[in-house]
């Protein structure tokens, strides 16, 4: 047997990023077929292994966590937008952090959320109006931007900062799509993109700054309400602060990491859900069924999300198809074996849920939109790493309750009022980031059910 994994031959020095950022879902979908669990490449100079086994992701993720770290091989942008947030730190920082902010994501504190998650995605519907056309995806990211604030910030946020938070996440986004030359050019090269990304940086961080200084002095029992101390995060660090267990960096780190990985990758699941049902009228009509079932018309209650058990399959499948997350990577900080390879220490190994979520291995006609999957026998036949949408093991998603709740509220909410009928064209391109979004803008036709 070969010691040296398969994969598709690269050029000098580039390696296979060229292929990579031309279409990256393209790619991972090639190298999954054609060279099976685990394929070689080179991603500029770094050695890749993309990995598509179920199993062997359970290893990397959960049986064999500790031997892998997050990637030191991204370049420094990530680090400056994100710092030391969950989602980048590592080891004892990252356990202490994980664990000082678990108690805002607990499911008996985001139950008293509900309400105020079905009142903004009312006051979003009050800006619409029968025949009207909307980009969802601006939509659903506006909304999911003020649900985020309220929950985790413990404040609001208006209008006018919302839309510079949108306007900003472009230069933001751009700046981590695929692109083999960055490997050659630092990030301090005065560079169009650069200076785009830094401006667009700046102006986020001065919002945080500004949701963080609101917030002084209410952070204390009786601060908020009369039932004690608030437990949102921002109040939770705060007290930390004050103990000195944290510093102003970490609280930039963690609010900046909440506000723009909080509110994404749910606006990006609604967005892509609202375009299968727009684009499978059969599915559309057995979620309203549901929901006129349960709701009678009404907003839906947390009370109320245990009976959306079709409503649950469709928004799952929906991150199936469209994982907003479309990969995540390791880094072995030792030599190990994955696949029947060895896998050296300091390379990137490479967990594609894009391709999994999408392999005739593991799915029934794994093109189509079918929630069917989710509701019959073949749930429980698959693997179980077979769909990590919000990745797995110690690491998994802290959010992962939150944004489900909110999917799921927002759902019964919108449909109770409307259809949403897409009119973009056909098929709609993806563009990789740290997330994946539609090229195009997601126009959709309002319809007053």
Known sequence: MSTEPPGPKGSPIIGNSGQYARDPFSFITACAEAYGDVAHFELGPIETYMITNPADIERVLVTDDAKYRKPAFQDDAIGDLLGEGLLLSDGETWR???ELAQPAFLMSRLSGLSEMMTDYTAETLADWSPGDVVDVEIEMARLTVKIIVEAMFGSSIDDERVRTVQENLEPLGSRFEPNPLRFAIPDWAP????????????????????????????????????E?????????????????EQSDENLRDEMVTMLLAGHDTTALTLTYTWYLLSEHPEVESRLHDELDSLLGGERPTFADVRGMEY??????????????????FREPQVDVRLGGYRVPAGSAVMLPQWAVHRSERYWDSPLEFDPDRWLDERADDRPRFAFFPFGGGPRFCIGKQLS???????????????????????????????????????SMRVVER
């Not at 409307?418 to 997601?442: C, I, K």
Request: charged share 25%; aromatic share 6%.
């Open 96 to 98: 202490k952090q994980r």
């Open 191 to 226: 560079t169009r993109e650069n200076r785009e990304y830094k401006q667009a940086l700046s102006t986020i961080e001065g919002i945080v700054w500004d949701l963080i200084e609101e917030r002084e002095g209410t952070h204390h029992a009786g601060g908020v309400g009369e």
């Open 228 to 244: 004690g101390e608030p437990m949102d995060l921002l109040s939770i660090l705060l007290r930390a602060r004050d103990r000195g």
């Open 311 to 328: 409503t649950e399959a469709v928004l799952n499948e929906a991150m199936r198809l469209y994982p907003p997350v479309y990969t995540i």
């Open 404 to 442: 489900l709740l909110e999917a799921r509220l927002i759902l019964g909410t919108v449909c109770q009022q409307y259809r949403l009928e897409y009119q973009g064209g056909e098929p709609f391109d993806l563009r990789g980031s740290l997330t994946m979004h539609p090229r195009q803008a997601m």
